[in-house]
Each structure stands twice: as structure tokens, then as C-alpha cells.
DNA sequence: CTGCATCCCGAATGATACTG
DNA sequence: CAGTATCATTCGGGATGCAG
């Protein structure tokens, strides 16, 4: 397979994760149902004191068009939702470990860096 | 620790890869340099038919400045740069890789949901 | 050959008000 | 409680022309 080809497809792969995690709130939201389950729209909201109603359920409907995540609507009054991780949800606990480490990681080097400049 | 703390620095690390490797065409470059090996300004500029030299020269700065790539310039007329992955820009290796295969995992998920609905 | 500066656009993000 | 609608804003990405 040609050089090009393989860069392209690698990074199809790649691509692909980061349309799917990619979002601002993404990484955050996926995190807390991974570590803490099930979640009510408005316990998540909490959870997120920076991210407006509209955002929140922004980035909610893509993780479910997605299929990472659940969602579970009561119809009841008042009204409950629950958002959950799903089976492919959970597949990305690697990825998004590994990326959590490196990042840290790298943190650390620049701040070795920078420490080291002054 | 309590859990948003927790939640917060995890958030933290992958909000710096993402930083990092997020940009359109970053892990593009990253890849090829990985897989490649040193590459000159105009060589990458061929591989990468699909952006504008403004656009590769920005990208290819802001990864200097997370010291993910080295950049070598020759004093030389005509001027020659050479961009290579540097020891910590190679410490994404695996991180790479695991988003390049669960990006292909979820599209044949995808794929696999979409001809069963069909 | 390589790179910078400038302008421009559209998408993503965010604030606010309203609804069942 | 959960969600929608609308409008403002910010920002990454892209085109073009100039420069060392």
C-alpha cells in the first residue's frame, strides 16, 4: 500500500475520533458517565457549571447520534431523562485513559521546560 | 478526591491532547512524520495537496511550540527547512495509534448499524 | 523555497428567553 | 425538569499577495 494511501486511511481512523470526541464538553461528559454512570440531565448540569442548557443538550444529542451514549426519557411530569454510557460508548475507556496520561504528561514536560528557561 | 476535582484534572489531560494534536491537520503531519521521518517544508507540502501553505506553516508552528515536532532551518539560499518528530512529539506514538484503531472500529460500528437498519 | 500578513467566511460556541 | 428557538460572538480555517 502506498505511503499516501496508508497516512490517509490512518488518519480516516483518527479523524474519526476526534469528530467524536472532539467537542468542547465531549471529553468531560463521557468521563463522568464512564466513572459515575448513569446521569439525569439536570445532575450532569450541575455537574458542568460553565456549560449552558443549550450546549449540554448540543453535545448530549451528537454522543447519541453517535451511539456512545444512551438516552432514556421517563414520561412522566415533571419530565426525566437519563443519559448513560453505551456498550461502544465504553470502548472508548482506553483511549480516552491513554489521552488523559499523555496529556498530563505533556503538562509536565512543558512546565520541566519552561522552569528550566527561567 | 472528590469527583469533580477528579473529573476536572482528568479533563485537564485530554483537553491538553486535544490541544495539541487537535488541529485539522496536525495528526495528518504528525503521522507522516512518525511513520517517515524528516521531512522538508516543500515535501510535506506535496503530501498534503488538500491545504494551503498558510495553513501548513501554521500548524507546523504551533507544533514546534509544543515542541512535538523540530525545526531545522538552513541558511541557505534557496532556503531549506527540515521538520522531524522530536523525542516527546514521539511519546504520542501510542496514542496515536489507539485513536487511529478505535476510529476505525467505530466507523465499521457505525457502518454495521446503518446496512442493519436498512 | 519557505514563510509572513491580511482579509474573509462559516462553523462552533455561548447568552437569553420561551415552552410542554 | 428538560428542551427548543433565536440571536450574538468567537475562532479556526482558508485564499491571496508579498517578502527574504
Redesign the pocket.
Known amino acids: 500500500m502506498p505511503e499516501e494511501v496508508r497516512d490517509e486511511k490512518a488518519t480516516q481512523g483518527i479523524q474519526a475520533t476526534l469528530d467524536v470526541m ?4 465531549k471529553p468531560l461528559i463521557l468521563f463522568i458517565l464512564l466513572h459515575e454512570g448513569t446521569k ?4 450532569l ?1 450541575r455537574q458542568l457549571p ?12 451528537e454522543l447519541e447520534r453517535d451511539k456512545l451514549i444512551v ?1 432514556q ?1 421517563y414520561q412522566e ?6 443519559y448513560s454510557l453505551s456498550d461502544h460508548g465504553r470502548t472508548l475507556s482506553s483511549v480516552l485513559t491513554d489521552m488523559c496520561g499523555w496529556g498530563y504528561k505533556h503538562i509536565e514536560f512543558m512546565q520541566s521546560i519552561k522552569s528550566g528557561k527561567e
Do not use: C, D, S, Y
Open positions: 472532539g467537542g468542547k464538553w439525569r440531565f439536570g445532575e448540569r460553565n456549560v449552558t442548557q443549550g450546549m449540554l443538550t448540543n453535545q448530549l444529542r438516552r426519557a411530569i415533571p419530565p426525566k431523562v437519563e
